[in-house]
């Protein structure tokens, strides 16, 4: 199939409203908040102008934007939502409803930092929160990627093998609010890639009745229904990767659970997720040139997280930094990717050095200066065999 | 295909319909609630006078009857709630404790 592609400046809010008005949804229900906002309300303007048949609901909060899109795609229906930190926070309990009730909701959430201080600004502690809610999680690098995994989310959620609701993450303000330059497939092309929603059940078909939100605890079947939940999960894992592979031949833009940069001569390797990957990215490319042995991969797929694959292709090397947007506060363990991928080295004969690099809460830039700092002590680390400090913030003010 | 649950406390995980919705409706018969009971209803037939105030009040449709008449207390769904108990004129049903008395 040949797609025409339409090239545009666009700041990455309108680059995931212009994917929503493409998927043109049954229902969006939202509720504004900083700095998703710019999604919505250019969203809204897509209905008012009749480019879209969605029936947009304007709701009271976030708790009620997620209730009624919870309750529109029950019936079967595409729905979306679109949020951010306190937003998603408000969410909380009918995140863990969406899961449960196996909707395939996509709901793009423009990462910010959680309350208190008050910040507006980027990191992954709103999102990363709710990485046990049983949500799906892919996170973009860039307006591109925010536009690409937006269409692709819709394929993912609503597999036979998966019916789970994907959050796509993108940064605040450093992908939300900059214009990036993009490519656009035409309407026919992002239709025909997303098909229509083929419900297992609906509660708006009176031919065939059924209850949905039902009470367990009787007999007890809850640790059964969780158990399928994870089998979605699981099957994600492959499913992420088709559909992935689907749109790269498509649109001539592949995607997997990761990227990589020079991981097959690499030595040591830095692991980093969103925007930040650009500037690791750049430095990382910087030194191999120079012929240092330094490999990168960009994690795409949070949720859920590729363990296995991680683990074979760092067996053997000889020092990890990963970077994470977001603290755990679990008493210096580090942040949550940190900590994920320490675990899926354990088995590992051949384990390397880690190092984690907590960095840029509340929106603290990113340099490259900061990146050529990490990537010294990584090389650092890989020459004397071990690692001086496991937790480091980079960028604090110390 | 309709859904039968009688079997469904031997059920692995993979057999339940997911996200726990319920595809046929009408199947609440099979899902005996009547182990919630802390106490038993017991109807003392010679004291009844087969008024059938206990049949209205019954939030679970748990007295049955035939041609009018009561014929048994259902305990596959009576949860024990009593309101059978205290609204008889006659008090001629009884709550007995179900870990201690059997009738």
């Known amino acids: ?398 | 295909m309709t859904w039968d649950i009688t079997e469904i406390q031997k059920w692995d995980w993979k057999k339940h319909p997911f996200g726990g919705t319920i595809k046929d409706p009408g199947n609440s018969r099979k899902f005996k609630t009547g182990g919630w009971r802390a106490f038993r209803p017991v109807r003392d037939e010679n004291k009844c006078t087969q008024c059938l105030i206990c049949y209205v009040f019954c939030p679970d449709s748990a007295i049955k009857t035939k041609d009018d008449k009561i014929i048994e207390i259902d305990y596959s769904f009576c949860k024990g709630c009593g309101i059978c108990a205290q609204e008889c004129p006659l008090d001629a049903i009884r709550m007995c404790d179900e870990t201690k008395e059997q009738s």
Request: charged share 20%; proline share 4%; hydrophobic share 40%.
């Open chain 1, 1 to 398: 199939m040949n797609s025409l592609i339409k090239t545009a400046a666009l700041v990455g809010t309108d680059a995931v409203a212009e994917a929503m008005r493409q998927i043109n949804p049954d229902v969006v229900a939202a509720y504004p908040i900083t700095p998703q906002t710019a999604i919505v309300e250019t969203f809204s303007q897509m209905v008012a102008d009749g480019l879209v048949k969605t029936q947009m609901i304007a709701v009271e909060s976030e708790h009620s934007a997620m209730s009624a899109t919870i309750g529109a795609a029950s019936s079967g229906i595409r729905a979306m939502t679109c949020t951010s930190s306190q937003g998603l926070a408000l969410m909380w309990e009918l995140l863990y409803i969406a899961s449960g009730l196996r909707l395939p909701i996509v709901m793009p959430n423009v990462n910010r930092s959680l309350s208190a201080p008050i910040n507006i600004h980027c990191d992954h502690g709103d999102s990363m929160g709710a990485r046990d809610s049983g949500w799906i999680q892919l996170f973009s690098e860039n307006a591109q990627e925010a536009y690409d995994n937006t269409i692709q989310a819709i394929r993912i959620a609503e597999h036979p093998d998966i019916q789970l609701p994907v959050m796509v993450l993108m940064d605040g303000f450093i992908i939300s609010h900059s214009i990036d330059r993009l490519d656009l497939q035409d309407d026919t092309s992002v239709q025909k890639f997303i098909g229509s929603r083929n419900p297992a059940y609906s509660l708006l078909d009176s031919q065939n009745p059924t209850s949905v939100g039902t009470f367990d605890s009787l007999y007890g079947y809850f640790f059964e229904f969780k158990r399928q939940q994870e089998e979605g999960m699981i099957n994600a894992l492959n499913v992420i990767q088709e559909v992935g592979n689907e749109f790269g031949t498509l649109f001539g833009r592949s995607y997997g659970l990761f990227e990589t940069v020079g991981m097959e001569d690499a030595e040591y390797a830095v692991i980093a997720t969103g925007s930040a990957a650009g500037t690791i990215r750049m430095e990382v490319e910087h030194l191999r040139s120079s012929g240092v042995p330094i490999g990168m991969i960009k994690l795409r797929s949070f949720r859920p997280f590729p363990a296995k694959q991680l683990a074979e292709l760092l067996s053997g090397l000889k020092a990890v930094a990963v970077f994470d947007r977001s603290d755990t506060f679990a008493g210096h363990m580090g942040g949550p990717i940190f900590i994920e991928l320490r675990s899926s080295l354990y088995d590992l004969e051949k384990k390397p050095l880690t190092i984690n690099y907590v960095y840029g809460l509340g929106g603290r830039d990113l340099s490259e200066k900061l990146v050529k700092k990490a990537a010294g002590e990584l090389m650092e680390t890989a020459q004397n065999g071990f690692v001086r400090q496991t937790v480091n913030y980079l960028g604090l003010r110390e």
